[in-house]
C-alpha cells in the first residue's frame, strides 16, 4: 500500500497568511492526487485534483503543486471561512489511501 | 446537477447488515469506476471497496473482506454496498466516490452505526 505523509497535523495562523501543507508518498504516485478540505459535520470537498488542478468554484487563493513523491498545498492568504481539515489522497494505486489531515486553526 | 447521494444507513446491532446505496446524476455513472469510503467519528478517512465501470474488478479492504459486497446498476446510475457481520468498529460515515475522466464531488455520506 502507499502510504501518505501529511504535515503538519495542525497549525494556526492569522487571517492573511499563508498557509503550507506537505504530502509525501511512499511511491511514485506520478500527479495522482487530490486535496480535500473539510468542514466540522461535513462531507470532504475536493479542493485541488490531478496535484495542481483547482476544482470548479473553488478560490483562487487554494493551489497545490508537486509531482512523484511530494507535493505541496498552499493558502494564499487565509481566510475565516477556510479553517478546517485538510486531507491529500492518492489514486495511483489501490487501495487509495490519505494523509493523516491538517487540522487549520485561526 | 452532478451528484452523489448515498442512503440506507441507519442503527443496527453487531452482527446485523445494512445494504448501502448511492444514486448518481449528471455525469456518464457507467464510465466511472465506484469507491466506497468510511470515515469513523473523529477519524481520517479510510478506503473501503471498489469497483470497475463494468463491475470486472473489485476490491475490498482487509477490514472488511469477506463481509462486505459492493455492486453497482450502470442502468439505474445506481452503487451499492451489502455490508454482513457488522462490528462498533464499522461505525462510520459511509460516502460514495466516483474516479474517472472529470472530478466528482463527494455525496454528503450516510451514517452507519452498530450498537447494541
Known amino acids: 500500500d502507499i502510504q501518505m505523509t501529511q504535515s503538519p497535523s495542525s497549525l494556526s495562523a492569522s487571517v492573511g497568511d499563508r498557509v503550507t501543507i506537505t504530502c509525501q508518498a511512499s511511491q511514485d504516485i506520478r500527479n495522482y492526487l487530490n486535496w480535500f478540505q473539510q468542514k466540522p459535520g461535513k462531507a470532504p470537498k475536493l479542493v485541488i485534483y490531478?496535484?495542481?488542478h483547482l476544482q470548479t468554484g473553488v478560490p483562487s487563493r487554494f493551489s497545490g503543486s508537486g509531482s512523484g513523491t511530494d507535493f505541496t498545498f498552499t493558502i494564499s492568504s487565509l481566510q475565516s471561512e477556510d479553517i478546517a481539515t485538510y486531507y491529500c489522497?492518492?489514486?495511483?494505486?489501490?487501495?487509495?489511501?490519505f494523509g493523516g489531515g491538517t487540522k487549520v486553526e485561526i | 446537477e452532478v451528484q452523489l447521494v448515498e442512503s440506507g444507513g441507519g442503527l443496527v446491532k453487531p452482527g446485523g447488515s445494512l445494504r448501502l446505496s448511492c444514486e448518481a446524476s449528471?455525469?456518464?455513472?457507467?464510465?466511472?469506476?465506484m469507491n466506497w469510503i468510511r470515515q469513523a467519528p473523529g477519524k481520517g478517512l479510510e478506503w473501503v471497496s471498489s469497483?470497475?465501470?463494468?463491475?470486472?474488478?473489485?476490491y475490498y479492504a482487509d477490514s472488511v473482506k469477506g463481509r462486505f459486497t459492493i455492486s453497482r446498476d450502470n442502468a439505474k446510475n445506481s452503487l451499492y454496498l451489502q455490508m454482513n457481520s457488522l462490528g462498533v468498529e464499522d461505525t462510520a460515515i459511509y460516502y460514495c466516490?466516483?474516479?474517472?475522466?472529470?472530478?466528482?464531488?463527494w455525496g454528503q455520506g450516510t451514517l452507519v452505526t452498530v450498537s447494541s
Open positions: 490531478d496535484a495542481s
Open positions: 466516490a466516483a474516479q474517472g475522466d472529470t472530478p466528482i464531488p
Open positions: 469497483i470497475s465501470t463494468r463491475s470486472k474488478y473489485i
Open positions: 449528471g455525469f456518464p455513472f457507467s464510465t466511472y469506476s
Open positions: 489522497q492518492q489514486f495511483e494505486n489501490l487501495p487509495l489511501t
